[in-house]
C-alpha cells in the first residue's frame, strides 16, 4: 500500500511530497519531495503518525451532556458515573465500547490505552468467562478498527481501610493474587489467539483502592510480563490526606516503596504532587499522562506538567471520561494549562505537544514501535485537512503549530491503523452509521437514568 502526502510531519521537520509504503502493518519506506505515482492514495494536508489515547474509560462516554449541569466536585461527579457502571453488561459494554472507539478513530486515534475495571456482574459474582467484560473490549477496538492495551485494573477497596460496596463491588477480585489469575489468564489467551492487535496491562487503581501490602504484587506481575503499569494518581487533595493520615506518606512516596515507579509506569493525571513527588517520579522515568479536558471539567486542577518533564518524567496524553474526544485539545490544553498557572506563555514546541500526542502515548501503553512515520514503524498515519475555516490560510512552514493550536477532530480526514484504511474523507469505512450506533448504545446505558 501506497500513499503519498502533501506534508507530513516526520518528528523534526514539515517534509513535502511524501510517499509512504507499507507492507503488512508496518511501513517500509518514507521518501519526501517525490512525485506522486498514480497509485498512491493522494494525502491532501498535514499528515502525521497516528495518535495515541492513553487514558480511556470508555463506558464514561455515555455521561457527556449528562453532568455537566448544576455544582458539584469530583466527588459528586463519581456517583452519576458508578449508576452507569452498574448497568452494563458485556454486550452492552461491547456496542458502547465499539461506537465510542470508532468516535476515536475519526479522531485519529490509532491506539487505546483502556483503563478497565469493570470486571464482574453488578452484585460482583464472576461471569462464566471472568474476562468476559475485558474480551468485551478488545472485541470492540477490533470492530472499530484500533488497537487497544486493555489495562486490567487492581481495585480492592472502596477507600483506604474500607470495603467495597454497591455498585464498586463489580470492580473487585478479593485480592491481587485473584487479580493476577484472572489477569495472567486473559494475558496468556490474547497471546495465543494471536490478536495482533491488543496487548494485556496492569493497572493500580489508586492509593484509595489497593492496600499497600497489595500493591507490590501488581507491580511484580507488570515487571514479569515486561508490561506497562498505569495508576491515577494525586487526582485529589482529599486522596493525598487520607494516604498521609493511613501511611504517612504521599501518594508518590507511598507508590516508590511498594516498588511501583519505573519507565514502563505510567502516572495519570499526577495533579497535586509535592516537590519531592516531582522528583521521585523524574528519577524513575515514570511517564505522566496529562488529561487536560477531563482535569479542568471535574474541576481537578492544574498539575505540574512542566516540572515533571524537566525531572525526568515523559509526558502523553489521555481524553480520560471523553467530556470531548479530541487529542489536539488535550495537546494544547497541557500548554494553555501551564500558561494560565504560570502567566507565561511557550513552554512546549507544537513538535513536543505532537510527540506526547503520539510517540511517548504509544510507548505509554507498550508499543514503542509505533507513533512515527519511519521504516519499520506501525502504518499508522492521520491526515488533517487544512481547508476548514479552523485553518483556512495554514503556512506550509508552521502547519504543526496551525493544526496543534486550532484544529480539532473534526479536521481529520484519513485514518489508517496497521496499514488498513479505516477513515477517508472524515467518514469511519468500519461502522457506516456510527453517529447512530454511538446514539443507541447510550440509550441503552442510561436507560434506567431516563
Not at 22 to 29: K, N, P, V
Amino acid at each position: 500500500m501506497r500513499w503519498h502526502a502533501e506534508l507530513a510531519w516526520l518528528g523534526d521537520t514539515i517534509a513535502t511530497d511524501v510517499l509512504l509504503e507499507a507492507t503488512g502493518e508496518r511501513f517500509t519506506a518514507v521518501t519526501s519531495g517525490v512525485a506522486a505515482p498514480p497509485d498512491a492514495v493522494r494525502l491532501n494536508g498535514l499528515t502525521l503518525p497516528g495518535l495515541a489515547n492513553a487514558h480511556s474509560h470508555a463506558f464514561h462516554r455515555a455521561l457527556r451532556g449528562r453532568v455537566q449541569t448544576g455544582t458539584g466536585t469530583f466527588w459528586t461527579w463519581r456517583e452519576q458515573m458508578y449508576a452507569v457502571a452498574s448497568r452494563l453488561t458485556p454486550d452492552s459494554y461491547f456496542d458502547l465500547a465499539r461506537a465510542v472507539y470508532g468516535e476515536m478513530a475519526l479522531a485519529g486515534i490509532a491506539c487505546v490505552g483502556e483503563f478497565h475495571y469493570l470486571h464482574h456482574a453488578p452484585d460482583g459474582s464472576p461471569y462464566d468467562e471472568p474476562n468476559a467484560m475485558g474480551e468485551a473490549l478488545i472485541a470492540a477496538a477490533s470492530d472499530a478498527g484500533i488497537r487497544i492495551t486493555l489495562l486490567d485494573t487492581c481495585y480492592l477497596t472502596g477507600a483506604i481501610g474500607e470495603p467495597l460496596k454497591g455498585p464498586q463491588l463489580r470492580f473487585g477480585d478479593g485480592d491481587a493474587g485473584n487479580w493476577e489469575r484472572r489477569v495472567s489468564a486473559l494475558h496468556a489467551l490474547v497471546g495465543k489467539n494471536g490478536r495482533s492487535h491488543a496487548r494485556v496491562g496492569a493497572a493500580i487503581h489508586s492509593v484509595r483502592a489497593v492496600p499497600r501490602e497489595q500493591m507490590s504484587a501488581v507491580a511484580s506481575w507488570a515487571r514479569h510480563h515486561e508490561a506497562p503499569l498505569h495508576l491515577h494518581l494525586s487526582e485529589q487533595p482529599a486522596e493525598n490526606a487520607s494516604c498521609q493520615e493511613a501511611y504517612g506518606l504521599t501518594p508518590t512516596e507511598l507508590l516508590f516503596e511498594a516498588g511501583a515507579l519505573g519507565a514502563l509506569t505510567v502516572a495519570v493525571h499526577a495533579t497535586h504532587l509535592t516537590d519531592t513527588d516531582i522528583g521521585l517520579l523524574g528519577a524513575s522515568m515514570t511517564g505522566v499522562c496529562m488529561c487536560p479536558t477531563t482535569e479542568r471539567d471535574l474541576a481537578d486542577g492544574i498539575g505540574p506538567a512542566r516540572a515533571l518533564q524537566a525531572a525526568g518524567s515523559p509526558l502523553s496524553l489521555g481524553s480520560d471520561q471523553h467530556a470531548v474526544i479530541d487529542l489536539f485539545e488535550e495537546a494544547r490544553g497541557m500548554e494553555l494549562n501551564e500558561r494560565l498557572r504560570t502567566r507565561q506563555r511557550g513552554h512546549w514546541t507544537s513538535g513536543e505537544l505532537l510527540c506526547a500526542a503520539t510517540s511517548n502515548g504509544h510507548f505509554a501503553l507498550g508499543w514503542p514501535e509505533a507513533g512515527r512515520l519511519e521504516p519499520g514503524a506501525y502504518a499508522d498515519l492521520v491526515t488533517v485537512s487544512l481547508d476548514s475555516v479552523r485553518l483556512a490560510g495554514a503556512a506550509r512552514e508552521s502547519a504543526a503549530e496551525s493544526v496543534v493550536f486550532a484544529a480539532t477532530s473534526a479536521d481529520v480526514d484519513h485514518v489508517v491503523v496497521s496499514g488498513r484504511e479505516i477513515v477517508r474523507a472524515g467518514r469511519h469505512q468500519l461502522i457506516p452509521d456510527l453517529p447512530t450506533a454511538l446514539a443507541a448504545a447510550i440509550t441503552e446505558a442510561t436507560r434506567a437514568e431516563d
